[in-house]
């Protein structure tokens, strides 16, 4: 595998992180679903709820406005409330903190293994309380967590093992996609996500009371549903049966989300095939070590993140500076949610590995029509840094 020279001359393009394939067929979808007058949650979110949960193996599948509105349903389904303790990862995007907080339970943050930066059995089991009612465990980057551990960990004190597979999409554990094995999981169809619906999510469950709920209170709690009002000449009075959200999908929405379902094993067979490379051409560069596969499963590598370490002359920041200065957008690797201010006076652990990853990894461009000529900008970029002077460390 060669690495190709930069051309001397202009300056080129900027190197964006990510950027969502889309085409035509999308813009069909859409065209289409407009055409049709039914714009709203209809036919169309029920069409990508049975093709989600098909792809995923999943048993039941219920559209959500975005992935915190499904991790948010998925406690309320499981019964987790005011006075309970929810076990999550600090090393995760906040989302995976607030949702236990809106339903009134206390998130009670986790250290991750250093490799593929998840929650493991042991990390949890030092985060359990007598209060604890559940775990959030979460694949991250797309990095597939080691789910059977945990669930021999967790199952026997009856506490409910959610899935934040916000990342996962594409991924697979142990042979099975990601999120199959949860008896909840969540996921995202954020655009730095590798399937878009610009925002968008879902919840899948093994149970069908929990997906029968789930489904009420995304919509107002309402005994009918707006699909069967509508079809209805005349419609039947609804009651609500509880206190409920607006947590719905729009028809739009499932319409971009069905093609892009249809795209994801391509988009994820080339984002591996990308990474691959990465990792090739930076083999044998002392203090970058990327993040890779586990024993357990294959990454849809969402995120490609690399660990900057003390053998590098850069720390990551000044990694981070080099790629600007090369036209390149890297990202900071992923947030330690307990040092937020808004999490500033609960009671936490030491979660030593947790602050390390978040301070010393970054996130590289991966995208699915990324060019060759697009990567060795970027490994260059790399290998320029790794030759700068060691920096002075500062007592």
């Not at 694949?139 to 945990?150: A, E, F, H, N, S």
């Not at 000044?318 to 949610?337: D, K, N, P, Q, Y």
Request: aromatic share 6%; with cysteine; hydrophobic share 45%.
């Amino acid at each position: 595998m060669t690495l190709r020279q930069a051309q001397d001359g202009a300056p080129e393009p900027r190197i964006n992180v990510m950027k969502p394939w889309l085409g035509q067929e999308e813009i069909d979808a859409v065209a289409a679903a407009i055409s049709s007058g039914w714009v709203a949650q209809g036919p169309r979110v029920a069409a990508f709820e049975d093709a989600f949960a098909e792809a995923m193996q999943a048993e039941h599948a219920v559209a959500t406005s975005n992935c915190t509105t499904a991790l948010h349903l998925a406690l309320l389904v499981a019964g987790i409330g005011p006075g309970a303790d929810v076990v999550v990862p600090s090393f995760s995007f906040i989302a995976t903190a607030n949702a236990p907080t809106y339903v009134g339970a206390n998130p009670v943050f986790a250290d991750v293994d250093a490799t593929t930066g998840n929650v493991t059995a042991d990390t949890i089991r030092l985060a359990l309380t007598p209060k604890t009612r559940a775990v959030i465990v979460v694949d991250q980057g797309g990095v597939p967590v080691d789910l059977d551990p945990i669930r021999s960990l967790c199952d026997p004190l009856g506490i409910v093992v959610i899935e934040d597979a916000a990342c996962g999409a594409g991924s697979s554990y142990r042979g099975r996609p990601v999120g199959s094995g949860a008896e909840l999981a969540a996921w995202s169809f954020h655009p730095r996500k590798l399937l878009t619906t610009g925002e968008g999510g879902m919840l899948t469950t093994s149970r069908p009371d929990w997906a029968a709920r789930a489904r009420r209170l995304r919509e107002h709690a309402m005994s009918v549903s707006a699909a069967d009002r509508q079809a209805s000449l005349l419609a039947p009075a609804e009651e609500y049966l509880e206190v409920g959200f607006n947590f719905r999908m729009t028809d739009v929405q499932a319409a971009i989300g069905l093609v892009q379902l249809g795209r994801l094993p391509a988009i994820v067979a080339r984002r591996r095939e990308l990474v691959a490379r990465y990792i090739a051409l930076l083999d044998g560069v002392p203090g970058l070590r990327p993040v890779r596969d586990p024993s357990w499963g294959t990454s849809n590598f969402q995120s490609f993140w690399l660990e900057v370490q003390g053998d590098f002359p850069l720390d990551r920041d000044g990694v981070m500076v080099a790629l600007a200065e090369a036209g390149i957008s890297a990202r900071r690797g992923i947030m330690a949610a307990h040092r937020q201010p808004a999490y500033a006076d609960r009671q936490l652990a030491w979660l030593p590995i947790t602050e390390r990853l978040t301070d010393a990894t970054l996130i590289l461009p991966v995208y699915h029509e990324m060019t060759e000529r697009e990567q060795d900008r970027v490994v260059t970029a790399l290998l320029r840094a790794a030759e700068q002077p060691k920096q002075a460390v500062v007592a």
